[in-house]
């Protein structure tokens, strides 16, 4: 057990990828700000995503280059290795990646199987390692 708890604020990335109203990157760098404000010590900006999969993570890294607060640990959803590389090569350093607990819902959430996740997920943790 530990002792102390972090709260990560997830509004700018979970909170607003499945809203049918797509806020503008000036409402979403906003957003960010506001939240960062807040104190929160980790806040999840987006997902480097395709932007036909999941239009309202549509540029995520543009709010990366535009980050407030630099005493915030920020992070992002990376799916595959392209959005792990997108990320990193946007300066974010904290990466968070999806795995659903059953087929279906990994297959509807990021179009892989659990075994081609897990399998992503080990080469991410290399690339990460490197």
């Known amino acids: 057990m530990t002792d102390s708890v972090v709260i990560k604020e997830v509004a700018a990335r979970d909170g607003l990828q499945a809203q049918p109203k797509h806020l503008t990157l000036a409402q979403r760098q906003q957003l960010i700000e506001a939240l960062a404000e807040t104190g929160v010590p980790e806040l999840e900006i987006g997902s480097f995503v395709s932007p036909k999969a999941v239009p309202q993570m549509a540029g995520t890294d543009v709010l990366a280059a535009n980050l407030p607060s630099p005493d915030i640990s920020y992070s992002a959803l990376v799916p595959n290795m392209k959005g792990y590389e997108a990320a990193v090569g946007c300066g ?29 997920g080990e080469d991410l943790m290399e690339s990460c390692k490197q």
């Open 92 to 120: 974010i350093n904290t990466l968070a990646i999806a795995l659903a607990a059953t087929e279906e819902m990994n297959q509807n959430n990021i179009r892989m199987s659990l075994e081609q996740t897990f399998a992503m």
